[in-house]
């Protein structure tokens, strides 16, 4: 073959190769990209110009590690368990998975072993061998293999040529692109089995998930490993449990949450705290009935697009729809009267509890549940007032999210395929988001296609004390129910002009929030939120009546206290004080009774001895100041 000259990340270079392969001589390598597709290395480099290389650590690197790296444990599982049959097996945002339809479990020690079986086939370093099939050709090949998934798959898809992915004596059905060889996963572990339904459908076979991840290093992956032990510590149904905060009940139903007195009195706080922002800002607190008509909701579009996630009843005759969505109540409030151009904007705030129908396979604590309350909010306004609304929300958001500790980044969701309203009306109301953001200068990212049915959003993504990303808060903006709802307003001009709304939460779901607050404090609470706020404790019986004392006057200072009278060891006392992860712990002997002090102590083991009214007001000073 004749040499021919690429430009390999900007550079000339020649060689007498026929892969692109041939042209990078690096290891750190591991793809490329040829006009800006994503190929494997053993891809044809005859007629190929240009080509950015990609590099293990980046992070469409680690994709490509990971897609591979499920493909070798799919191998290992055949190989030991021939009967498991393979399904799918893609990479995910922090590593991969793979289903397997087995009808015996795969246990502990079944994951070891394969673990230990991906080892041996990562050491051979086998070549992915990429090879293409037509449609008939691939139906019959899997059929002949007795892998009906794949079959389905196949025939589902509305495509004459398919590729295929072969290392050892696996081969896969694949869009690829793969390493150039096993040898290239240099770091990974498996994790954990969990069951799936087959596509994600509860109507379907449940599969067996083995879930694992890979890095392009060994540092790198300890790393990623510390960061999931920490966060089991941190997870918030273990703590949910040991801090007394809430239940999940088989007898009450997956998916409804019962908060006991201590988070109960945390979800209090969070909703007062949410209460007073929002009166600051000018909102008014408005309520809506918990279900409406059916009628409502087909105006709103919600019966066309939404109904898979709503729960019905029928009552006198008439269907009625348990709201999902706080916004048909507030635009009956709207249109409750006429409108003129001067009483717009009008901010309406709800914390309406609401009722979504999840799949049993995604409820997960607080984070995930078929009941919450969100701190809704929609506001009509003119389409002059729409950037100032939008860009008032946007600072809102980033008062409150300082409040917490969260850093944020944002995104906008464009129009999904299936929507309501005209492409003019989406066009403008995402351009007033792109403005909004713009005109503060914020970052962000577009996530096509994920808006919600009746306008774009701005989705924002917090990130928690570890760094993970949770989204909560989101604006949205829609021109679309106010058509729908012939809603309108007496303009300068003295006609009738259509108001523009956006749909918005601050915190979203409380649950949720909630959930997201106990895993990024780990249950340690500042010292405003936290349900109790300091344990009084005595050392001998000889202090019980000044602690009960010292106990009343911080409870009428509004200081939220739990008194341990109990003839324990003080030692013990402090001990499960500190594990229920309270701020203060005030400790009574016969010194603090006789000059009329107390002594406290901190959940990091600091102590300071002081009268009750500096206690109080050292407390006090330790609130939001929003």
């Not at 599982?77 to 922090?94: E, N, S, Y």
Request: proline share 4%.
């Amino acid at each position: 073959m004749s040499e021919q000259t690429v430009i390999v990340d900007g550079k000339k270079v020649s060689a007498d190769g026929s892969t692109l392969g041939d042209f990078i001589r690096n290891r750190d390598v591991i793809a490329a990209l040829v006009e800006g597709q994503a190929v494997d290395l053993s891809t044809p480099a005859e007629g190929v110009f240009e080509i950015q290389t990609i590099k293990g650590e980046s992070d469409q690197g680690l994709q490509v590690i990971r897609h591979s790296a499920a493909h070798v444990m799919a191998e290992a599982v055949q190989a030991l368990f021939p009967d498991a049959r393979p399904t799918i097996g893609p990479a995910t945002k922090d590593g991969f998975y793979y289903d397997f339809d087995r009808e015996e479990p795969f246990s502990s020690d079944d994951i070891e072993a394969i673990e230990k079986k991906m080892d041996e086939l990562i050491k051979a370093d086998n070549p992915f061998i990429r090879s293409e099939m037509t449609k008939a050709e691939a139906l019959d090949f899997f059929e002949g293999k007795s892998e009906p998934f794949k079959v389905e798959i196949i025939s589902d898809l509305d495509e004459e040529r398919f590729f295929l992915y072969e290392q050892g004596g696996f081969i896969d059905l694949c869009r690829g692109p793969h390493i150039p060889s096993t040898g290239y996963i240099r770091a990974f572990k498996l994790l954990s089995v969990a069951g799936a339904y087959w596509r994600g459908d509860e109507n379907n076979r449940m599969l067996q998930r083995i879930y694992g991840t890979a890095f392009g290093s060994r540092k790198e992956l300890k790393k990623h490993l510390n960061l999931i032990e920490e966060a089991k510590k941190r997870d918030h149904r273990r703590l949910g449990r040991d801090l007394e905060l809430f239940m999940v009940s088989d007898e009450v139903g997956p998916g409804l949450v019962i908060f006991l007195p201590k988070g109960g009195m945390l979800r209090n706080l969070i909703e007062e705290f949410d209460r007073r922002i929002h009166l600051n800002a000018g909102y008014d607190i408005v309520y809506g009935p918990n279900m409406l008509r059916d009628r409502a909701w087909k105006i709103s579009g919600h019966m066309d697009y939404y109904k898979e996630n709503m729960y019905f009843t029928e009552i006198d005759g008439q269907t009625y729809g348990i709201k999902p969505m706080n916004c048909i109540s507030h635009i009956l409030i709207y249109k409750s009267k006429v409108r003129s151009y001067r009483d717009l904007p009008l901010r309406y705030f709800e914390l309406g509890t609401v009722a979504r129908h999840e799949k049993s396979g995604v409820l997960h604590g607080l984070l995930r549940v078929r009941q919450f309350t969100q701190d809704d909010a929609h506001i009509f306004c003119r389409e002059d007032q729409l950037l100032d609304e939008i860009t008032g929300v946007m600072a809102m958001i980033h008062d409150v999210m300082d409040v917490f500790g969260f850093d944020y980044a944002m995104e906008i969701s464009t129009r999904p395929d299936k929507s309501i309203g005209t492409d003019h009306d989406w066009a403008m109301a995402t351009k007033a988001l792109r403005d909004a953001l713009d005109r503060k200068g914020l970052c962000y990212e577009i996530n096509e296609g994920d808006g919600a049915f009746y306008g774009p959003k701005i989705d924002v993504k917090i990130k928690d004390a570890i760094g993970r990303e949770w989204q909560c808060a989101t604006i949205q903006c829609d021109f679309s129910l106010p058509e729908r709802f012939d809603m309108h307003y007496i303009g300068s001009d003295g006609d009738r002009h259509r108001p523009v709304m956006l749909h918005r939460v601050i915190l979203g779901t409380i649950e949720r929030f909630m959930g997201v607050l106990i895993e990024h404090y780990a249950g340690a609470f500042p010292v405003w939120l936290a349900p109790v706020q300091a344990v009084i404790m005595n050392i001998t019986d000889d202090q019980a009546e000044y602690a009960s004392g010292v106990a009343d006057e911080l409870k009428k200072a509004g200081i939220r206290i739990e008194l341990d009278l109990r003839n324990e060891k003080i030692g013990f006392k402090i001990r499960e004080a500190r594990l229920k992860k309270v701020p203060y712990m005030v400790v009574i002997g016969d010194r603090e009774r006789d000059d009329k002090v107390i002594t406290v102590r901190g959940r990091s083991g600091d102590q300071e001895v002081m009268d009750t009214r500096g206690f109080i007001s050292a407390i006090g000073d330790q609130g939001p100041k929003i």
